[in-house]
């Protein structure tokens, strides 16, 4: 999530949100209409990698956020609340009334995504208590022998919030932890991020969503952040390390989520250093206006998109001419489901996200600010 602050906004970042959210939103509409990831349909199976790009983007804005606001944990989590919660009951209340038809949008799939109608079917024997866990946003740290894909049972997508909610709740800890001066501190936060790092998929066991599983991404978000405050001292340095980051991420990790992070944050550079010429046309992408709008209503995509997009392949799959062509159910899908998501993001992004976080400032406006406001009006 990003500060709403307009002087401590990264116009590219916004982009970058955009994009990533529209990716996995048609990564997943090409598995509503049963089309398996393979040739050309292989360019949109790296859904889990977007996400990944998002985990990072959130230890950079979250650490930033933090940095500049310099808000205690109450009002840092009353907050995040507030920009989480609302929107997501919307999203998992319409999802719940969609999941009947979800259940005959997978049984036209391929025998691979069998398990996702199982799932949703599990949903419906037990919705309270995946709705209670849901709404509760501990979804994520629910064992898997408790509530099997307690995760993503009833809205998928809500999966990477259960996690960003556990990561809020530890963040202004790390940022302390960091600005405390203390060695031993430093060096137990870097233990516990190296133990978690290399157990990642024995997390998993535990619950798909749990924080342990993802401290590497969130830690290399935080870390990216407080390069980019040396940034601020030392342009040149701070250049060619970016650089060296990036060369590292593509050389050594062969990760996907770090390259295209590495490339946005190089994006998001001021202007004028060395490497301007050769990064501008991709700075310029991220940042035009279009795409920093869908940005704004990236959160919404990213939650909307699940439950809309289902209905749409629903109202067409029975059509002759999608039982003859997959991908022409695709291509209809996507015409008539793009603008329905974009609207309805719209919509949420205005009338839901944008009123709680205003009301969650009121909520945890210090008293000293109040009574300064009062004075100032009379």
Same mark, same amino acid.
Do not use: K
């Given at each position: 999530m990003k500060s709403n602050d307009s002087n401590d906004r990264f116009p590219q970042l916004d982009g970058l949100r955009g994009l990533l959210a529209v990716y996995v939103a048609f990564? =997943?509409?090409?598995?509503?209409?049963?089309?398996?990831?393979? &040739?050309?349909a292989a360019l949109l199976g790296r859904g889990e990698k977007a996400v990944h790009v998002f985990i990072i983007l959130s230890g950079f804005v979250i650490f930033h956020l933090l940095h500049k606001s310099g808000i205690g944990w109450w009002t840092f989590m009353v907050r995040r609340f507030f920009r989480l919660w609302p929107l997501l009951a919307v999203a998992v209340i319409l999802a719940s009334f969609v999941a009947p038809l979800e259940v005959q949008v997978w049984q036209h799939g391929p025998p691979e995504t069998a398990y996702r109608q199982e799932r949703i079917i599990h949903f419906m024997d037990h919705p309270a208590a995946f709705l209670t866990?849901?709404?509760?946003?501990? =979804?994520?740290?629910?064992?898997?022998?408790?509530?099997?894909?307690?995760?993503?049972?009833? @809205? $998928? $997508?809500?999966?990477?919030?259960?996690?960003?909610? +556990?990561f809020y709740l530890i963040a202004p800890l790390c940022l302390w932890m960091a600005r405390s001066g203390r060695t031993w501190l430093l060096? *137990? &936060?870097? @233990?516990?991020?190296? @133990? &978690?790092?290399?157990g990642g998929e024995r997390w998993k066991a535990w619950n798909d969503a749990f924080l342990p599983a993802y401290t590497g991404y969130f830690a290399i978000g935080a870390f990216c952040h407080a390069a980019w405050c040396q940034m601020q001292k030392n342009m040149t340095s701070a250049t060619l390390g970016t650089v060296a980051f990036m060369l590292a991420a593509i050389v050594w990790s062969k990760d996907t989520a770090l390259i295209l992070w590495s490339f946005?944050? *190089?994006?998001?550079?001021?202007? &004028? =250093?060395?490497?301007?010429?050769?990064?501008?046309? *991709?700075?310029?992408?991220?940042?035009?206006r279009w795409l920093v709008w869908i940005g704004d209503r990236s959160y919404s995509i990213y939650l909307l998109h699940w439950p809309l997009m289902m209905v749409c392949v629903w109202c067409l799959q029975d059509a002759a001419w999608a039982a003859h062509s997959k991908w022409a159910l695709f291509a209809v899908s996507s015409l008539v489901a793009a603008p329905v998501v974009l609207i309805a993001s719209h @919509?949420?992004?205005?009338?839901?996200?944008?009123?709680?976080? +205003?009301?969650s400032r009121k909520l945890t406006r210090r008293p000293a600010a109040i009574a300064g406001a009062a004075v100032t009006t009379t």
């Open positions: 990564h =997943h509409l090409i598995m509503f209409c049963g089309i398996p990831f393979l &040739g050309v866990s849901t709404l509760m946003i501990v =979804h994520g740290m629910i064992p898997e022998f408790w509530l099997p894909n307690a995760h993503a049972n009833i @809205l $998928p $997508p809500a999966w990477s919030i259960g996690l960003e909610w +556990q060096v *137990l &936060g870097i @233990l516990v991020l190296a @133990l &978690g790092a290399a946005a944050l *190089l994006s998001a550079l001021p202007a &004028g =250093h060395a490497f301007d010429a050769l990064i501008r046309p *991709l700075r310029s992408l991220l940042a035009s @919509l949420t992004y205005t009338f839901v996200e944008l009123p709680f976080i +205003q009301l």
